[in-house]
């Protein structure tokens, strides 16, 4: 009998695991994926809004004032890497002005500090890489960018460092009301649990429906992103967005953390919950709306592109706290944009009201951090040659583009919640994620993973599931080496 | 720091001739940086015939090709380090002399002190997203180049159904190489109206096997949401639009994609030498000298060649030059 | 002299990057035995179309496990050009093939491989690892 099972181990999932790891609890964190931060937390903008954007008083705006508030402090716990570069809200037409003027209010009333107004000069001085035909901006410095999947994996190990359980691969397929709690069915049997913690994103609201009479009813809204190559960094500077439309808050044109240029999203609602294709359409809408504003687009250095699904509440706002009609049963649903930049709000919040039900003492030995993977290249002389006696494979580069060695990719499978897919290594080491896109380093990453995992290479998967890599051994070797 | 006439980076085809041709024009002080574990580069994947024609009179394969130049490298003791990444490369404007950082397993990370660079790291293939295809990001996409690495190398099958998209010369010599190893390749998709590779590899490699090549023909879009299932293809018009009406899907669980190759000059660029847009290598004087003076580049990483013997020819010059600036000093 | 009853067959020379277009014909009368290539430049241009016309060969490659290598696979090939339409044979008693390291370039693997007449040999070399 858990204390608390969490569904869902995308970002929110993680965050709620990590903060009730402070208490003397039993939790449980189930997800469906091969991997933690497979959902609706792996393909998003990555931008820890400022918090102008969300309806005063509501939730999303608090959540996201006060998580924009916390997240250095988070990220320098976990060690990740989190940069205030500053927003943009950029105008082109003269007659909208105004509509700056009103995101500069609501900002104030939310409590989003250091907005200012700028003109067309102080707009292009600040970011020069924009269109001459900008008219004004609404900057705001406060906002933020960070790497989604390097903060999931972060709470996520920091959480099960701190005695979280994750069962992965593992499906909810019901859940069923029992005295004194809930149990959970799941493809890998029944769990118990005296509470629920409902993280489950684009299908939050099948499983909050399942205990509940007061239905909710999420839409997934795919954005289609663009990631341009790192020649492409200077592009910009701020996170640019455009003013708003009633869709959404438009294509934005942002540097990452990994200094590329990433486009995006487009925002289109979709049925399907698992459609996470891109469109021709969504791909040319994401080029054509940044052009408009960007002085000099390279398209041509784009990488890769993705789609994302978004979980949007009806209501557009986000569905937290306990279920009235099922006690125990909490919700974290509707969490769209500013999902990623609420997170240390949304965390700590879920988790004191929990931790009220439950009663439970503070852990006397809570460790609130966590150290990331060592990026051998950017090491001290000093730190290089020690962790080259303690294993030589940090001097093989196997990622070329990214520059990552053989000893960061062994390390990030054989940590707790260790990478176990191609796509688990991406995330946790970006070894696969620069220009190249894996061509040179994916087969060579196959065999650390067979070899470390003890499994046969045909065996080894994208990201779980039926997304194996090869289709068999040529000449039979592998079958001998068994 | 170790000071070293002419260090030369990689030991491909390009490596091996220009320091073969930097020892024959005098220099002793040599040294091959290559990342891999054995000299020889993309030719020890290239297992079909069709090199040394010029070079050697007879047609080899891509190993044997190497083998010949290893050969020669082990005869006149040319020293190599294998394993080992080049970092970067700096000039010092005053010296004239080039930092060279690497890191290797045994040393860590390292640096050398050189009076000449010759840049011989090949060149690389186009990846899936330089063509922006849209649909699911499933397992089974795999350039020709990691295809081909998989099945010679390592002796593993990427797929059994499969779909090219691109007809360079790598697609076509993989189509043969997955047919022959029992896989059923569909469909060599070509956007242009004419093979992107030699017609001798279009004959060898696809008639003789009967397998289809369209012409005039892209993806248009990736089905499969873990593995891939499939492709839709369509017909492009001049302007590379897609024809209405003429989507065609293919089931495959496999999509290689064999659509160009790229010098690979990010050591190039970063140590601040003038590109070539139109070539994606550097800009070099008739000495095979980039605008870092020292500094020279042979074989693919300056453009992409057709024949590996055109790439020893210009190695070979390069090693000469390179021999004569450091003899001018 | 009278008519001979000529077949002419066109195609693409493929014995270097170049690709000429040749033209064979061949005479019905001589059994296939007379065949005049035009489009050729080269004398191996004029052979491979000589051949080409009345009995195609292709040489093979591929790769044949080795056992305690420091490499899994060996490259290899046929010496020769073998008939086409053995190509599979070909390959069927190459996938049949292990060899134990060490394994030297030019080495025969297999003699006559599918009755050809032709050799299979390395095209590399695998060192035994202990």
Not at chain 1, 340 to 357: D, H, N
Not at chain 2, 129 to 158: D, W
Not at chain 2, 264 to 277: Q, R, S, V
Request: with cysteine; proline share 4%.
């Amino acid at each position: 009998m858990y204390d608390v099972l969490i569904i869902g181990a995308g970002v929110i999932g993680c965050a709620a695991a990590r903060e009730l790891s402070r208490y003397e609890a039993g939790i449980c964190v189930v997800e469906r994926c091969s991997d933690v931060c497979e959902g609706t937390s792996k393909a998003n903008s990555g931008i820890v809004h400022a918090g102008y954007d969300a309806p005063t008083g509501s939730m999303k705006a608090r959540m996201n004032v006060t998580g924009n508030e916390k997240m250095e402090e988070l990220c320098r716990e976990l060690d990740v890497s989190f940069q205030r570069i500053g927003s943009l809200v950029i105008c082109m037409e003269e007659e909208r002005i105004p509509e700056l003027q009103k995101l500069y209010d609501r900002g104030i009333a939310n409590g989003v500090k250091g907005l200012r107004l700028l003109n067309r000069e102080e707009t292009l001085e600040l970011e020069p890489g924009l269109s001459e035909k900008v008219r004004g901006a609404l900057y705001a410095p406060s906002a933020g960018i960070l790497c989604p999947f390097e903060l999931t994996v972060a709470l996520a190990e920091n959480a099960a460092a701190n005695g979280a359980e994750f069962r992965l691969n593992t499906e909810v397929t019901d859940i069923v009301r029992e005295h004194g709690g809930y149990i959970v069915r799941t493809n890998q049997g029944d769990l118990r649990t005296r509470m629920v913690v409902n993280a489950a994103g684009v299908y939050a609201d099948v499983f909050h429906n399942m205990v509940s009479s007061d239905k909710i009813h999420i839409t997934p809204r795919k954005g289609e992103y663009c990631l341009l190559d790192t020649e492409a960094g200077g592009l910009v500077r701020h996170t640019v967005f455009p003013l708003p439309e009633k869709k959404g808050k438009g294509i934005l044109v942002t540097p990452t953390v990994h200094g590329n240029i990433l486009l995006g999203p487009t925002a289109a609602p979709v049925e399907d919950r698992e459609g996470v294709n891109t469109t021709k359409e969504g791909l040319e809408a994401v080029l054509h709306s940044a052009e408009q504003y960007v002085k000099e687009l390279p398209v041509r250095k784009v990488i890769t592109s993705f789609a994302g699904l978004r979980a949007s509440e009806d209501g557009r706002e986000f569905v937290l706290g306990e279920v009235k009609d099922a006690p125990g049963f909490f919700d974290a649903a509707g969490i769209e944009s500013p999902g990623l930049s609420s997170v240390p709000a949304i965390g700590e919040f879920l988790a004191e009201m929990i931790q009220k039900r439950g009663g439970w003492r503070a852990k006397e030995k809570f460790e609130s951090r966590r150290k990331g993977i060592r990026r051998f290249l950017e090491l001290t002389p000093e730190e290089q040659q020690e962790l080259l006696r303690e294993n030589p494979a940090y001097g093989t580069i196997v990622c070329r583009c990214e520059k990552i060695t053989e000893g960061e990719i062994l390390e990030a499978i054989r940590r707790p919640l260790g990478a176990t897919t191609l796509d688990g290594i991406k995330r946790r080491t970006r070894a696969g994620m620069g220009r190249c896109q894996g061509g040179f380093c994916s087969p060579r990453v196959m065999e650390l993973l067979a070899s470390e995992l003890h499994r046969a290479q045909e065996t080894i998967t994208k990201c779980g599931g039926n997304s194996r890599m090869l289709a068999g051994h040529i000449r039979g070797t592998d079958s001998e080496k068994d | 720091m170790k000071r070293i006439e002419a260090v030369i980076v990689g030991g491909g085809p390009a490596g091996m001739a220009a320091a073969l041709s930097a020892r024959q024009n005098g220099l002793e002080n040599i040294l091959i940086l290559e990342r891999e574990e054995e000299l020889g580069g993309i030719l020890n994947q290239c297992i079909h015939t069709g090199f040394g024609l010029h070079t050697f009179g007879e047609e080899l394969t891509g190993p044997e090709y190497a083998a010949r130049y290893v050969e020669k490298i082990e005869k006149e003791k040319i020293p190599f380090y294998t394993g080992t990444t080049v970092l970067e490369i700096q000039s010092e404007e005053q010296s004239k002399l080039k930092t060279v950082t690497a890191v290797n397993r045994i040393q860590g990370v390292f640096q050398l002190q050189a009076d000449t660079v010759i840049l011989a790291m090949g060149c690389r293939e186009r990846p899936r997203g330089a063509l922006n295809i849209p649909g699911f990001r499933p397992a089974g996409i795999y350039s020709a180049g990691t295809a081909q690495r998989l099945v010679n190398r390592e002796g593993y099958l990427p797929g059994r159904e499969i779909v090219i998209l691109g007809s360079g010369d790598i697609g076509l010599i993989m189509a043969r190489r997955m047919t022959l190893e029992g896989a059923r390749v569909k469909a060599v998709a070509e956007r242009l109206p004419h093979p992107g590779g030699l017609m001798r590899n279009v004959v060898q490699c696809l008639e003789d096997y009967d397998i289809p090549l369209k012409l005039n023909c892209t993806v248009a879009e990736i089905h499969g949401r873990e593995r891939i299932e499939g492709v839709t293809l369509v017909q492009v018009d001049g302007e590379n639009r897609p024809v209405p009406g003429t989507e065609e899907f293919i089931s495959c669980d496999t999509l290689l994609l064999s659509v160009g190759l790229i010098p690979e000059n990010e050591l190039t660029a970063a140590m601040g030498a003038a590109m070539n847009e139109k070539t994606g290598g550097p800009m070099v004087s008739e000495t095979l000298e980039t605008s870092v003076p020292g500094v020279f580049a042979c074989g693919n990483v300056l453009h992409v060649h057709e024949l590996v013997d055109h790439v020893s020819r210009e190695a070979e010059e390069a090693g000469r030059f390179a021999a004569e600036w450091v003899k001018k000093r | 002299m009278g008519k001979e009853k000529m077949r002419k067959k066109e195609f693409i020379c493929i014995v270097c990057p170049n690709g000429c277009k040749l033209t064979a014909e061949v005479s019905e009368e001589s059994g296939g035995s007379s065949v005049n290539v035009t489009g050729y430049s080269c004398k191996r241009g004029k052979e491979y179309g000589q051949t080409e016309a009345v009995h195609p060969v292709r040489s093979v490659t591929s790769t044949v496990r080795v056992t305690g290598g420091d490499h899994p696979l060996v490259p290899v090939k046929t010496v020769k050009e073998v008939p086409k339409e053995k190509i599979f044979e070909c390959m069927e008693a190459i996938r049949a093939l292990s060899v134990a390291a060490p394994v030297h370039i030019g080495q025969i693997l297999i003699r006559n491989i599918a009755g050809t007449g032709i050799d299979l040999a390395a095209t590399g070399n695998v060192k035994q690892v202990q």
